[in-house]
């Protein structure tokens, strides 16, 4: 079994007609893993499911609900924190799309508050978030320094007393990674959402999806990030997404999400051989929820890590992890 029985539920709920109560339990199960139990429960909507199923979805419209909210509230309290430094604040991701009523915000569950900034104002930013509550998660002086030289953002900060996680972000790959999007773009477009709280432009939200897919990262729920840039290619005028992605350095990326994203959710596609061993990876998943192809999985673990930094970098990198007692999940 993969997680094709939960993408088949995402790309035509009538296809839950024919399920019976391990088909049920194993859907639940993938759903839950890949955190998209609340997408899920928003496209079976009016859907005749069995009765010990309804309270499950209903919980979890209700989880997503409340994420949402508790989101928006974060992110109006960022505003309020920047405001005085004369700091807009550009929503990234899931807040994003919540706080604009996007199809991609429906159900989906909401971790961090990830906001982008310039980098030249990163640490007045850090501090005006401090002095409004937040402080330094990373006590590790190897894990601090590590962010603050070759990340794409300041290490994380947690609100003393709403205990919610912010990362604040100045571009949207690590500075080691081969694509160098043009972040200043990214913030020069960005579109009003309401109240002092912004967002990328539709072809930036694309674009910063599948960066974070694609070109960074190890796909480790990457079946929620396809399901995003589906929803948001709706939005998006084509030829300004080609002309978008190769200003940003990742239109290979942005072409192969496209296809991607068809031949999983969509119509269908053609897939590269490349192709094909993405879609494995993203869907390697058995009827408990649990990642199965382990040898596979550990393959882009590798991959994200030379993705993100030169190899003696890399090696260096892994070895300090290593004797710190890291072990890849």
């Given at each position: 079994?993969?997680?094709m ?9 009538a ?28 496209r ?20 997503a609900a ?23 604040v ?8 919540a ?24 640490d ?22 590590y ?16 205990d ?11 500075l080691t ?8 773009a ?48 709706a939005?998006?005028?084509?030829q ?19 296809r991607?994203?068809?031949?999983i959710?969509?119509a ?18 058995n ?6 192809r ?23 990198h ?6 710190k007692?890291?072990r890849?999940?």
């Open positions: 079994m993969s997680a029985l939960l993408v088949a539920a995402l790309r035509d709920p296809t839950v007609a024919g399920l019976d109560a391990a088909g049920w339990n194993s859907l639940i199960a993938m759903a839950r893993a890949e955190r998209l139990i609340g997408t899920l429960a928003f079976l909507e009016g859907r005749a499911v069995p009765d010990a199923v309804r309270p499950i979805l209903t919980d979890a419209k209700a989880d409340r994420e949402a909210r508790q989101a928006i509230w974060e992110a109006d309290r960022a505003r309020a924190a920047l405001a005085p430094i004369g700091l807009p550009i929503l990234l991701k899931g807040t994003a799309y706080a604009a009523g996007l199809p991609a915000g429906q159900g989906r569950f909401i971790g961090d508050l990830d906001i982008l900034v310039p980098r030249d104002r990163i007045a930013a850090a501090d005006a978030l401090i002095a409004a509550g937040w402080e330094w998660v990373k006590e590790d002086p190897y894990d601090d320094a962010y603050r030289q070759w990340m794409h953002e300041l290490p994380p900060m947690i609100h003393a007393e709403r919610r996680m912010i990362d604040v972000h100045h571009t949207v790959l690590p990674a081969r694509p160098t999007p043009d972040a200043a990214m913030m020069a477009d960005a579109v009003l959402i309401t109240d002092g709280l912004y967002m990328l432009c539709a072809e930036d939200r694309v674009c910063h999806a599948v960066a974070h897919l694609l070109a960074d990262g190890d796909l480790q729920g990457g079946l929620r990030n396809l399901w995003d840039i589906h929803t948001l290619l939005d998006v005028d084509p300004a997404l080609e002309a978008r992605a190769a200003r940003h350095g990742i239109l290979p990326h942005v072409r192969q999400a496209q991607l994203a068809a031949a959710y969509g269908g596609g053609r897939l590269t051989l490349w192709d094909r061993l993405v879609r494995a990876r993203l869907l390697a998943r009827g408990w929820g649990q990642e199965t382990k040898a596979l999985v550990f393959a882009f673990f590798v991959r994200s890590h030379w993705l993100r930094m030169p190899p003696l970098m890399l090696a260096r892994l070895l300090t992890k290593w004797r007692g890291h890849p999940q």
